[in-house]
């Protein structure tokens, strides 16, 4: 009983800092992952997707030898990068400074943090399930931000074909008050890469992540540097 009432007050809170703020916006998410992250599982679901991510037919294809996850979270990706890339130097990155504290606590004796001001390229850059987050007017500065990163792969993962109920596409006019998602991702996104940023060569991977996403499939966006 007092558990509940305890997820339900964290809840309301994050919502009232999100009224204010913004959802998406750094306060917003800094009170996310101080407050109600873990009890709502993200967490967990941040696991998954990089175990995932491991099992696509590029990642068991690479041997990369530094990785920057972009936008981590708490960094719950990094024991399954360390597994799936033991060689591999891991870093992390996010806006959010509660987050990249926790990070560090967490997982500071097998990665190490990152600034976005940092000069230094990584050789596989991976983003799960951010960019669906991002709006538009912080959209071209993100991608920006998280490609320049790279100096051979990118990877950005993210909800494939997610749609509000009525079927239409979510966006900044479009979507529900209970959702942080800003857009609908589809292969509109690869085109959109291919055009933006011609130094890669864009392909994509799609996979079923049980648990982490009953809502479809996950779309995993590769980058190649030519």
Same mark, same amino acid.
């Given at each position: 009983?007092?558990? *509940?009432? @305890?997820r339900?007050?964290?809840r309301?809170?994050v919502?009232?800092?999100?009224?204010?703020?913004?959802? @998406?916006?750094?306060?917003?998410? $800094?009170? *996310?992952? #101080?407050s109600?992250?873990?009890?709502?599982?993200?967490?967990?679901?941040?696991t998954?997707?990089?175990?995932?991510?491991?099992?696509? !037919?590029?990642? *068991?294809?690479?041997?990369?030898? #530094?990785?920057?996850?972009?936008?981590?979270?708490?960094? $719950?990706?990094?024991?399954?990068?360390?597994?799936?890339?033991? +060689?591999?130097?891991?870093?992390?990155?996010?806006?959010?400074?509660?987050?990249?504290?926790m990070?560090s606590?967490?997982?500071g004796?097998?990665?190490?943090?990152?600034?976005? !001001?940092?000069?230094?390229?990584?050789?596989?850059?991976?983003?799960?399930?951010?960019?669906?987050?991002?709006?538009?007017? @912080?959209?071209?500065?993100?991608l920006n &931000?998280l490609? #320049?990163?790279?100096?051979?792969?990118?990877?950005?993962?993210?909800?494939?074909q +997610?749609?509000?109920? &009525?079927g #239409?596409?979510?966006?900044?006019? !479009?979507?529900?008050?209970?959702?942080?998602?800003? *857009?609908?991702?589809?292969?509109?996104?690869?085109?959109?890469?291919?055009? +933006?940023?011609?130094?890669?060569?864009?392909?994509?991977?799609?996979?079923?992540?049980?648990?982490?996403?009953?809502?479809?499939?996950?779309?995993?966006?590769?980058?190649?540097?030519?």
């Open positions: 009983m007092i558990y *509940r009432a @305890n339900k007050l964290k309301i809170i919502k009232s800092v999100g009224y204010f703020t913004g959802v @998406n916006s750094k306060k917003y998410w $800094d009170h *996310r992952f #101080s109600n992250w873990e009890i709502q599982n993200g967490r967990t679901q941040s998954l997707f990089a175990a995932g991510f491991s099992l696509t !037919n590029f990642a *068991r294809s690479i041997k990369p030898s #530094s990785i920057l996850d972009f936008g981590c979270g708490l960094a $719950d990706s990094m024991p399954v990068l360390k597994m799936a890339y033991p +060689e591999a130097s891991l870093y992390f990155y996010d806006f959010s400074s509660v987050a990249m504290d990070a606590l967490n997982y004796s097998i990665s190490k943090r990152t600034e976005l !001001n940092d000069q230094r390229k990584f050789e596989l850059v991976y983003c799960s399930n951010v960019i669906e987050h991002i709006t538009d007017e @912080n959209l071209v500065v993100f &931000d490609i #320049s990163k790279s100096s051979k792969y990118v990877v950005i993962q993210a909800p494939f +997610e749609y509000l109920e &009525d #239409s596409k979510i966006s900044s006019t !479009n979507k529900t008050k209970e959702t942080e998602h800003e *857009r609908t991702i589809d292969l509109d996104m690869l085109e959109y890469l291919k055009k +933006e940023f011609p130094s890669f060569n864009w392909s994509f991977e799609l996979k079923k992540i049980p648990i982490a996403w009953d809502k479809g499939e996950q779309l995993f966006l590769i980058g190649v540097q030519s």
